[in-house]
């Protein structure tokens, strides 16, 4: 089954604590993405990556770090400095950007992150 | 700033009859938009996709209207069916050196009722 997991479903950690969610694809897409979603508001981007070894900040990479070392995985790491950590966080993958048509972005299924 | 937009936080529609979702948008760079499903604790799935040069597409029960002019478009399901009940994202597409960046909107709950 061609997919993207991630893993775990639900975390919880202590304020103050760093921690990376786990994400993983195997549909062979060369751009992975990490969005933040928030009761009530849209998804937003944290980072995104095209190809290994590099990434660009989204619009909320703040207090986030992430690393591309395989183009099946790209964790995501919550660190301290992040004000507002509790939320639920989505992975997803695509195809690189065409010029004439849209890419879909899959998305896995994501986790939900809750600091205590 | 806010460059989607979905007004309606929730619809309730009756099984059989129309939903029509809307959006509005403030971007005019944006090539693609799209609608997202999605059912609690899950991953968006995607629904359907209008070209910014297009002006409806259809995809069975599933229709996408874009008005440019008003950049607006809307998202119509005929006839609505109990599991069309989720959220749905719009968003807006733009590539950005060679990176393809969806923004979204808020979402919109729809519930169809028996």
């Known amino acids: 089954d061609g997919g993207i997991t991630q893993s775990p479903k639900y975390l919880f950690r202590k304020e103050g604590q760093n921690v990376t969610l786990s994400c993983e694809q195997n549909l062979n897409h060369d751009a992975m993405y990490w969005y933040r979603q928030d009761p009530g508001q849209g998804l937003r981007l944290i980072y995104y990556s095209q190809i290994v070894n590099d990434f660009q900040k989204g619009d909320i990479a703040e207090g986030y770090s992430v690393s591309r070392e395989k183009k099946e995985s790209f964790p995501l790491t919550v660190t301290s400095a992040q004000k507002n950590p509790t939320a639920f966080y989505l992975c997803a993958s695509s195809i690189l950007a065409g010029r004439s048509s849209y890419n879909e972005q899959f998305f896995g299924p994501g986790t939900r992150l809750t600091v205590l | 700033d806010q460059q989607v937009k979905q007004n309606s936080p929730s619809l309730s529609v009756q099984e059989g009859r129309i939903s029509i979702l809307n959006c509005d948008y403030t971007n005019s760079m944006f090539d693609y938009f799209l609608w997202y499903k999605k059912y609690p604790a899950e991953g968006p799935t995607f629904l359907i996709s209008?070209?910014?040069?297009?002006d409806k597409n259809e995809d069975g029960r599933f229709t996408v209207f874009l008005n440019k002019s008003a950049k607006h478009l809307s998202l119509h399901i005929v006839p609505s069916q109990p599991g069309d009940s989720a959220v749905y994202f719009c968003?807006?597409?733009?590539?950005?050196?060679?990176?393809?960046?969806?923004?979204f909107g808020q979402g919109t709950r729809l519930t169809i009722n028996p």
């Open positions: 209008i070209s910014s040069i297009k």
């Open positions: 968003a807006a597409s733009e590539v950005i050196q060679g990176a393809q960046k969806l923004v």
